[in-house]
Nanobody, 126 residues
């Protein structure tokens, strides 16, 4: 079992920046992919960005490319999401997720990820 704890998030004005961090513990040697999904009110949980744990290959949903950057620290078992030029449509609860049940499904769907954090609210509003 992998346990995930998120930090960061909060309220920011449009055009601002936030940094989310996720710390993994437990059977971290089993992680294949780790990253972030988000869920806005009344919407399904959606993929945002992930990173392959061993190779560092990254993936982004189209709407955040050029604005968000994901990174990992294998020694500390952490994954960060730097979010720049935030827009109101980025408002959501952001969840850290890890996939330990094998390779593939690097960008979801969510049900293919077997470990989840508790979520952190990101609100972009003036």
């Amino acid at each position: 079992q992998v346990y995930l704890v998120e930090s960061g998030g909060g309220l920011v004005q449009p055009g601002g920046s936030l940094r989310l961090s996720c710390a993994a513990s437990g059977r971290t040697s089993k992680i294949f992919t780790m990253g972030w999904f988000r869920q806005a009110p009344g919407k399904e949980r959606e993929f945002v960005s992930t990173i392959r744990w061993m190779t560092g290959v990254t993936y982004y949903t189209e709407s955040v490319k050029g604005r968000f950057s994901i990174s990992r620290d294998n020694a500390k078992n952490t994954v960060d999401l730097q979010m720049n030029d935030l827009k109101p449509e980025d408002t959501a609860v952001y969840y850290c997720a890890a996939r330990t049940s094998g390779s593939y499904y690097f960008t979801g769907p969510p049900e293919k990820f077997d470990s989840w954090g508790q979520g952190t609210q990101v609100t972009v509003s003036s």
